[in-house]
């Protein structure tokens, strides 16, 4: 009886080191943080250089205010953030060109500039700059 669960075993370890090589592999780009006490998403992405928002969205969470120490969050690269999908008003992202203000943009994905600002954390609303990249709420804000 022994025998027979030993291959058993032997093959289900196989098959979970071929997993965690997988996952590992496919989030080579970006790395993991784990959090801890009195870190915020706003705080990781600055330690990180990264956009909060993008690091809600790598990890599917549903309020980006409420994560707990000790939870493990992946960080993506900053070429994740942002390349060719960027300017497309599907994409939840948007890269400020020269002339765009915050309303010309909030108009352009049907939602409110405050909303824009207030998930962005910008606290005067003509201050942007041509390049920074833009989180675009889409679920539970003003929409025009």
């Not at 400020?96 to 049907?110: E, K």
Request: hydrophobic share 35%.
């Amino acid at each position: 009886m022994l025998r027979m669960k030993k291959p058993l075993v032997i093959a289900i370890l196989v098959i979970l080191l071929l997993a965690l090589t997988v996952s590992v592999a496919s989030a080579s780009n970006g790395t993991y943080h784990r959090v801890r006490s009195g870190e915020t998403l706003f705080s990781i992405g600055r330690q990180y250089g990264v956009n909060p928002y993008w690091i809600a969205q790598a990890n599917n969470l549903r309020n980006p205010n409420r994560i707990y120490s000790g939870q493990v969050l992946y960080i993506p690269s900053q070429g994740d953030g942002c390349n060719s999908g960027c300017d497309d008003p599907g994409s939840n992202r948007y890269r400020v060109r020269r002339g765009d203000t915050l309303t010309s943009i909030a108009y352009r994905f049907g939602v409110s500039p405050w909303a824009i600002a207030r998930a962005n954390r910008i606290y005067n609303l003509n201050r942007i700059y041509v390049g920074q990249v833009l989180y675009i709420p889409t679920d539970g804000y003003q929409r025009y």
